[in-house]
T-cell receptor, first 114, second 112 residues
Framework: AQSVAQPEDQVNVAEGNPLTVKCTYS??????LFWYVQYPNRGLQFLLK??????LVKGSYGFEAEFNKSQTSFHLKKPSALVSDSALYFC????????????FGAGTRLFVKA | DGGITQSPKYLFRKEGQNVTLSCEQN?????MYWYRQDPGQGLRLIYY???????QKGDIAEGYSVSREKKESFPLTVTSAQKNPTAFYLC???????????FGDGTRLSIL
C-alpha cells in the first residue's frame, strides 16, 4: 500500500535562512513524487515533481527537492526562505505500475519569521 | 483558461440530508479525484475515476457516492450515512500519470 509521512507538523525558520521540509514514502515499485503548496481556503498548487532521472529536481519559486531511493525520502528545500513562503506544504506519491491512485502526506506548516 | 471549477464554495447540510458537490474541468483530463481535508490529517482520498463510467473507492469512501457520466464532470454526493461531513473537499484531475494534479479551490461543507 502507498503511504507518505511528513514527520513535522510545523517548521519554523528565519527569513534568509535555508529551509527543509521532510517527506518519506512507501510504494510498490518506483515512485512518482510531488510537492504542493496550499494557501488558506485555496486548492493545492504544484511546486515540483520527481519522475525519473536526476535525483535533484528544481521547481517553482526557488524550491528544490532531493530524491533518495535508499532512504525513501523526498525532502523539499530552499536556500533562502522568504516570509511569503509561509504556507502549508504537502508531499504526494503515486506508483508507476499503471494506476492513478495518489496519496498525500498530512502536511507541514512552514512559518518564516521576518 | 483551462481549470477545475468546484461549486458551491460553501455548503450547509441539515441532519439526514444528502448534498452534492460539483466538480467540472475543461482540461480534457481522463482522471479525476475527490479528497477530504481535515485539520492535521492532510488530504484523504475519497474516490477517484480513471475514465468515464468507471471509478474506484479511496481510503474513506464510506458515506460518499460519485458518478462519472461525462469526462468533464465528477460530482460527489455526501450522504446522510456520513456522520461527520464537516470538512474542506477538494477535487483534482490529471491527464497523464506522470503529471501533477490540478486542483479546484474547494468546497467547505458544514452541518447546520
Amino acid at each position: 500500500a502507498q503511504s507518505v509521512a511528513q514527520p513535522e507538523d510545523q517548521v519554523n525558520v528565519a527569513e534568509g535562512n535555508p529551509l527543509t521540509v521532510k517527506c518519506t514514502y512507501s510504494v510498490s515499485g518506483n515512485p512518482y513524487l510531488f510537492w504542493y503548496v496550499q494557501y488558506p481556503n485555496r486548492g493545492l498548487q504544484f511546486l515540483l515533481k520527481y519522475i525519473t532521472g536526476d535525483n535533484l529536481v528544481k521547481g517553482s519559486y526557488g524550491f528544490e527537492a532531493e530524491f533518495n531511493k535508499s532512504q525513501t525520502s523526498f525532502h523539499l528545500k530552499k536556500p533562502s526562505a522568504l516570509v511569503s513562503d509561509s504556507a502549508l506544504y504537502f508531499c504526494a506519491v503515486r506508483d508507476n505500475t499503471g494506476g492513478f491512485k495518489t496519496i498525500f502526506g498530512a502536511g507541514t506548516r512552514l512559518f518564516v519569521k521576518a | 483558461d483551462g481549470g477545475i471549477t468546484q461549486s458551491p464554495k460553501y455548503l450547509f447540510r441539515k441532519e439526514g440530508q444528502n448534498v452534492t458537490l460539483s466538480c467540472e474541468q475543461n482540461l480534457n483530463h481522463d482522471a479525476m479525484y475527490w479528497y477530504r481535508q481535515d485539520p492535521g490529517q492532510g488530504l484523504r482520498l475519497i474516490y477517484y475515476s480513471q475514465i468515464v463510467n468507471d471509478f474506484q473507492k479511496g481510503d474513506i469512501a464510506e458515506g460518499y457516492s460519485v458518478s462519472r457520466e461525462k469526462k468533464e464532470s465528477f460530482p460527489l454526493t455526501v450522504t446522510s450515512a456520513q456522520k461527520n461531513p464537516t470538512a474542506f473537499y477538494l477535487c483534482a484531475s490529471i491527464g497523464d500519470r506522470r503529471q501533477p494534479q490540478h486542483f479546484g479551490d474547494g468546497t467547505r461543507l458544514s452541518i447546520l
